[in-house]
């Protein structure tokens, strides 16, 4: 069975080896404000869960396209309501997969002895 999720260390070696990803907060615009996981390689969008489910189709145009070339990671808290978005955009023939844990896990210092 595909695995629908990406753990923080499968998502720091995608971006490291340069893969084409779209980082999607589905959180709403807010939260999104207030931080988000960003990286130098990869396209941040804020496109709300709620919105997505409101909509014939779950992107706007301008996210479509840049969605249509890259590995879509969905974002929210804790990783719930990503892994929703993650599924609806399946659904509608995107390759998404939802960052487990969420940004707390994200923002989870690494465990290094020292």
């Known amino acids: 069975m595909q695995k629908d999720t990406w753990t923080k260390q499968e998502v720091i070696e995608l971006l490291e080896k ?14 999104f404000q207030a931080g988000t996981l960003t990286s130098e390689f990869a396209a941040t969008k804020n496109v709300p869960y709620v919105h997505m489910l409101e909509q014939d189709k779950p992107l706007d145009e301008e996210t479509d396209s840049v969605a249509k070339n890259a590995q879509i990671i969905t974002v929210c808290t804790s990783g719930n309501k990503a892994q929703k978005a993650a599924a609806l955009l ?19 210092p690494e465990n290094e002895d020292e």
């Open 18 to 31: 340069r893969t084409p990803v779209l980082i999607l907060d589905v959180r709403d615009e807010a939260k």
């Open 90 to 108: 399946r659904q509608h023939g995107y390759e998404a997969k939802a960052l487990l844990g969420g940004l707390t896990a994200w923002n989870e």
